[in-house]
C-alpha cells in the first residue's frame, strides 16, 4: 500500500508554476505544508496533531494515533496574473503535489513515508528589441526567446520519537532527485544573420537530511503550548551543469555547438526554523513560525561577462526569510452537528527573495489563505476529512514583473484504524 502510494506521486509532474521567476537559482521554492498547514499560511514548525500529517517538523510524527493510519493526498489548481509596466498575461496550471502516509511504528515512536516538491520550474517567454534603423535599410531586429522546466522532488522516510514526557525528536530522510532544461534563443530579424541558442541543464541524484524537535506542556487549565525547532543539513549535490551553446548559419543550416561543465555545481543551503503553537479548550489552535535558509553562502554556475566561461559564481544568492501566522478553529469536535465539526482555517506569510537579478535582489512574497477541514461522515467511520483551502501570493519587486497567484488546495486526509483489535463475541 505504501509504495503503491509513492509510485503513484513518482509517476505524476511535480511542478506547478509557471513563474518566469522559476528561471532563478534552482526555481521556485515548493511550499511543503499539507492539508491543514496550507489553511494556516503554512505554519507547522510548532504544529501536533493525531489526526493531520505534518512534514515540516518530524518530531511531530510521534504524536499520531496509535491505532490509525493516516493517508494524505492534495492537489492544486492555480490562475496567475502577470503585469509588466503596461503589458498584463494570464496563464493557469494544475497538478498532483503531495502524497504522504503517518503511522504509529513502536510505543511512541511514529513514521511517515510519501513524496512532495522541492522545488518547481516552469516558464516560456519572449522579447523583442530593434537594434538597428537606417533610410533605405529597413529595421533589424532581434527576439530572445527563454523556456524552462523541471524542478527537483524527494521521497522520504520519517521518524518522530517521543523519548521524555513533552518532548520528541525527529528526522526525515529524503533522496533528492531532479534537474532541469533551460533555454535561451537568440534569432535576428535578418534573413542573413545567425541564430544563436544556449542549453543550460543539469541532473541531480542525492539525499537530504531535515531534523526536528518540539516540546509540549500544559500551560493553565484550558491550554496546551508546543515549542518547535527544525534544522537542515546543508551539503554539495554531487551534480554536474552544462552549457551547450549551439550556433545555426540559417543560409545553409549548418550548425556548430560546443559545451561548458561546472562540476560539483550545486549544493543545499544549511536551514533554521523556529514555531510555536497554542491549544485553546481543545478548540482554537495558533501559530508562528519563522524559517531561515542560508543560500547566500552558496555559489552558482553562471556565465563570467569577462572571460566568457562558464564557471561558479558568488553573489547571486542571498539568505531568505520567512514568517507565517496561522490559525485554526474547531467550534466542538463532540457536537452532531455539522458546521460545529468544521475546521475553519485563516494565514499569512511573507518571505524575502533567496537570489538576485542582475544587481537587484529578487521578489518579496506576500501571501494570504483560508480554508476548511470538513470532516466525511460514512456508517462506520467519521475521522476522514476533506481540506479545502483558497491562497493568494503577491510577489513582486521594484521595475520587474507583479505576479499575482491565486491557488486552490485540495487534500483528502484518510484517518483509518487499521491497527485497532477487533472482538468476536
Sequence with gaps: MLASLVALAATAQI???????????????????????????GVGIGLRDSKQPNIIN?????????LTMVIDMGVSGQFSHFTEGGNKMNRKAADFDYAVALFRLLPKVGATIGIVPYTNIGYNYSSSQRISSAPGNGTTSYTNTYKGSGGFSQA??????????????????????????????????????????????????????????????KVGKNDRLTIGATAGIGHKLGADAILKTTTTNTQTGVSVSNADTVSNAFRL???????VSLLHKNSLTVGVDYMLQKWGDIDIPQVNETN?????ASGLLMDRHQ????????????????????????????????????????PTEIGVSAGF??????????????????????????NLIKEDCFRINIGLTFNERWFAKWKVD
Design 15 to 41: 511542478s506547478n508554476t509557471l513563474s518566469p521567476y522559476s528561471q532563478f537559482g534552482l526555481g521556485t521554492l515548493a511550499n511543503q505544508s499539507l492539508g491543514m498547514g496550507r489553511g494556516m499560511g
Design 58 to 66: 518530524p518530531a511531530s510524527y510521534s504524536g499520531v494515533d496509535s
Design 156 to 217: 522520504f522516510l520519517g521518524l518522530g520519537w517521543e523519548f521524555a514526557k513533552g518532548v520528541s525528536i525527529g528526522a526525515n530522510f529524503s533522496y533528492l532527485w531532479g534537474g532541469y532544461d533551460r533555454t535561451v534563443s537568440n534569432v535576428l530579424s535578418d534573413s542573413y544573420a545567425n541564430t544563436l541558442q544556449k542549453n543550460y541543464s543539469a541532473e541531480v541524484q542525492n539525499w537530504k537530511l531535515d531534523l526536528g524537535a518540539q516540546w509540549t506542556m
Design 269 to 275: 543551503p544549511y536551514t533554521f526554523g523556529g514555531g
Design 308 to 312: 566568457k566561461k562558464y564557471e561558479l
Design 323 to 362: 514568517v507565517a501566522v496561522g490559525a485554526d478553529w474547531i467550534p466542538n469536535r463532540e457536537s452532531r452537528r455539522f458546521f460545529n465539526r468544521v475546521h475553519y482555517r485563516i494565514g499569512a506569510s511573507y518571505a524575502t527573495p533567496y537570489y538576485k537579478i542582475g544587481a537587484q535582489d529578487g
Design 373 to 398: 477541514g470538513i470532516p466525511i461522515v460514512n456508517s462506520w467511520n467519521n475521522r476522514t476529512s476533506l481540506n479545502i483551502s483558497a491562497q493568494w501570493v503577491h510577489t513582486s519587486a521594484k
